[in-house]
């Protein structure tokens, strides 16, 4: 037998007795029995005893996620889409976002940290040395982006902008 089976066995053995033990232990005893009992449990080799048995984090195995089944043209285009990657499909009209449509931006969303609308600073602070556009601007501008590519002959016609 293992010591930290044994270990195991014994505090098992004397937690399902406990309440009988205790009562035959005088009031002094009893406290002071209640005080070991519980920094044993707080110690470190007897939470490695009782938890022994328990699978460590690093042995669990992951549950591993139901795999994705797309429909044959969804699967397609996917695949399309996928062989396109790093290659340049469509370059489309530039596009000026100025300090002045960030700041408008940011005045009407109420965000006005200093990343986007202080340029003094920007240029000392930024990782970039310069002012960014708010991240929910950008996204204001797809429809805008989205706009230079000829609707009437898409590059992918079964793909959707969701």
Do not use: C
Not at 5 to 19: G, M, T
Not at 61 to 75: F, G
Not at 93 to 121: C, K, L, Y
């Amino acid at each position: 037998m293992k010591v930290t089976n044994l270990f195991k066995d014994k505090v098992d053995a004397i937690s399902a007795h406990q309440s009988e033990f205790m009562n035959w232990m005088s009031p002094t005893l009893r406290d002071y029995w209640s005080d070991f009992l519980g920094k044993a449990q707080n110690s470190f080799l007897f939470s490695n005893v009782r938890d022994h048995n328990q699978p460590a984090v690093n042995e669990e195995v992951a549950p591993q996620p139901a795999p994705i089944v797309l429909q044959p043209e969804a699967q397609k285009l996917y695949d399309e889409l996928s062989g396109k990657i790093g290659e340049v499909i469509h370059t489309g009209d530039w596009v000026h976002v100025s300090q002045e449509r960030i700041n408008q931006f940011g005045a009407v969303t109420e965000d006005m940290q200093w990343i986007h609308t202080d340029p003094e600073r920007a240029s000392v602070e930024s990782p970039f040395k310069t002012t960014i556009a708010h991240g929910f601007l950008t996204l204001a501008l797809l429809p805008k982006l989205t706009d230079s590519v000829d609707a009437d002959k898409p590059l992918f016609p079964t793909a959707k902008l969701v």
